[in-house]
């Protein structure tokens, strides 16, 4: 069974970078799969911030592209997201998810339980 | 970018009861459509992938059907622990993105 769990700062100031880790266990982050983030503002939906391949490879919201950079730790086990010049817009419960994928299928088939990070001074 | 809509916000059903919702895309998205439930401060949990697989322990009670940019979520008879929050989302693959629904918040009638 796949788990994920997310860490990092819970606060960050305004202009600043937020820097967040998933631990993935229980699997291989190594495996042919894609590795995501979601966030959801309080009371709102969901949105895709980005995801990233055991290789490196990168695909990201076009929305957020400009500030997000995520990248891969395999001998950790664990990937990253940083996400620079935030707002109070980017306060958010922040998910790490693993893609699954059949032939051109994808969906995110495990989750972690998710971390608030609050922008505010 | 294919925008999701999701319909109806809200749906008020009793126990027992079947419950329909509703996901439109405004582009074809074919079958690249899944349905998460997500309870108050909980994580989304995958229910149907391809439009209309079940993922591993999903009870039977879930089924999703549609194709193309009109697709439904059906749970044929409620049980409590079904009040919840749904969410539809798409895949597409080129460029590489993925887009969630709005939301249907599914309560107790």
Redesign the interface.
């Known amino acids: 069974q796949v788990q994920l769990q997310e860490s990092g700062p819970g606060l960050v100031k305004p202009s600043g970078t937020l820097s967040l880790t998933c631990g993935v266990s229980g699997g291989s982050i190594s495996s042919s799969n894609w590795w995501?983030w979601v966030r959801q503002p309080p009371g709102k939906?969901?949105?895709?911030i980005g995801?990233i391949y055991l290789t490196g490879s990168t695909?990201y919201?076009?929305s957020l592209k400009s500030r997000v950079t995520m990248s891969v730790d395999k001998s950790k086990t664990q990937f990253s997201l940083k996400l620079t010049s935030v707002t109070a817009a980017d306060t958010a419960v922040y998910?790490c998810a693993r893609v699954?994928v059949?032939w051109?299928?994808?969906?995110?088939?495990y989750?972690?339980?998710?971390t608030l990070v609050t922008v505010s001074s | 970018?294919i925008v999701m809509t999701q319909s109806p916000a809200t749906l008020s059903v009793s126990p027992g009861e079947r419950a329909t919702l509703s996901c439109r895309a405004s582009q074809s998205v074919?079958?690249?459509l899944?349905w998460?439930q997500q309870k108050p401060g909980?994580?989304?949990?995958?229910l149907i992938?391809?439009a209309s697989t079940r993922?591993s322990g999903i009870p039977a009670r879930f089924s999703g059907g549609g194709s193309g940019t009109e697709f439904t979520l059906t749970i044929s008879s409620l049980q409590s622990e079904d009040f919840a929050v749904y969410?539809c989302?798409q895949?597409n693959?080129w460029?590489?993105?993925?887009?969630?629904?709005?939301?249907t918040k599914l309560e107790i009638k």
């Open positions: 995501s939906g969901l949105e895709w995801e695909n919201n076009p998910y699954g059949q051109d299928l994808h969906y995110f088939d989750w972690g339980q998710g | 970018e074919s079958s690249n899944a998460y909980q994580a989304p949990r995958l992938y391809g993922a969410y989302q895949y693959n460029p590489p993105g993925y887009t969630f629904g709005q939301g």
